[in-house]
Every structure is written in structure tokens, then in C-alpha cells.
């Protein structure tokens, strides 16, 4: 029979364990986080959306169309078989200075740079899925001022939390976000040649496809599900 005072202890020692544990699990998590695309590989028959992926930058041409001619188009055609993940980084790179700060390097220079991490910011703040798509088409047809191009289109589309925005883009999280999308832009294998690169489910596949006719590409990678036969059909 075990002692009364080893009871006690053991009792107690097993509250504080479990205490402990209560507390690593509700710690909270950072959000900077992307999606590993190597891992969203469905398997046939999954139900699971497409992951399109878009790595892109706020003053590219090339961006601007895909994102406001196909991109969005296509979400608002096809939203329930897909999931869109951005990433404006583009063909950017990342230093940092002697007090370990990021600094970022934009082909399009630093209004670029302040672009892309609106784009970021807001891509983060915005829960709702189609308005976060229609705030960035909206910004990314006329960024050369940044800032004003997020406050106008926030407002277009009566986002709330705005001041969450620029509170982002103010502290060191713009710049973490930016240089999380470096890494995973970075990480692209192939590594991008071209800007924007779009990635379905983690593969580039046949870009030149994707880049004309987003929605076919999107109902060829949703395979025979009968919901994605549904949307399919009617285009």
C-alpha cells in the first residue's frame, strides 16, 4: 500500500503535468504559415479544392492580367473546388541590415515592395475568401500609390478591419509575411523563370495553359468529383 504522503505527491505531480500540457496546447500559434504544397496532393476521388497558388508582384503586368482576367473570374465561377493561396513576392530578393531587419529588393522598385506587402497583409487580415480576391484585383489595377490603392479598395468592399492592415504593413509582420513568400518562392521547383507562376495542388504543370484558361486547368485537376462535374459542365 502506498504511503499517504507518496499519494500526495504523485497526485500532485500529476497536476502539474497535466497543467503543463493544458497550457503548450493552447498556446498560440503564428500564422505565418503557408500551406505545404508538396503535402495538398489529392488523392482520386478526395473532395478536397484545388490549391491554386499564385506567386506573382503588385506592378507586373503579367500579374495584373492574370489576377484581374483569369483569377478572380474563375473564383467566382468555381470557388467551391478551389482554394486560392497568394503570394506577391515575384522576382524580389531579401537581405538584412546589421540589426538583423529584412530588407526587400523589388524588380519594379520600392512602390513594388510597399505593394507587395499591402497585397500580404491583406491576403492575412481578410477572412472572407472572395472579398480578399476582389481587394487585391482591385489594388493590383492601379498600385502606384500603395497605400491609397488599399484604403480605396478596403472601402469598395467594406472591409472592417483596415487598421489591422496597416498595422501589418507597419511592423516587423509585413516584413516577416514578405519574407516567408520569398522562401516559398525560393523554394519553387522549377525555380520561377517567369512572373506570375501558378501552381495547382504544388505543380506548375503546363503553365501556358493555366496562364490562358485558369477554369479548365482548375476542373482538369478536380478530377470526376460530382460537385466539380457540376461546375464544369456549365462553362
Known sequence: MIPTRKRILILLFLIATLGLLLRILSYPRTQLVLKEEAN???APGDPLPVLVTVFYEALCPDSTYFITKQLLTTYKAAAPIMEV???P??????????????????QHGLTECQANMYHACAA?????????LEVVTCMIRDNRNPK???QKCTKQYNVENVDLIQKCFDSSHGSELMKLNGDATHALRPPVTFIPTITLDGSQ????????DLFTEIC????????????????
Open 40 to 42: 495538398y496532393r489529392k
Open 85 to 87: 493561396q497568394l503570394v
Open 89 to 106: 513576392y515575384g522576382k524580389a530578393h531579401t537581405t538584412t541590415d546589421n540589426e538583423g531587419k529584412f530588407i526587400f529588393d523589388c
Open 124 to 132: 492575412e487580415v481578410i477572412d472572407d475568401a472572395l472579398t480578399r
Open 148 to 150: 491609397d490603392a488599399m
Open 205 to 212: 504543370g503546363n503553365q501556358a495553359s493555366i496562364l490562358k
Open 220 to 235: 482538369k485537376s478536380a478530377g470526376g468529383a460530382a460537385q466539380a462535374e457540376s461546375i464544369c459542365k456549365n462553362r
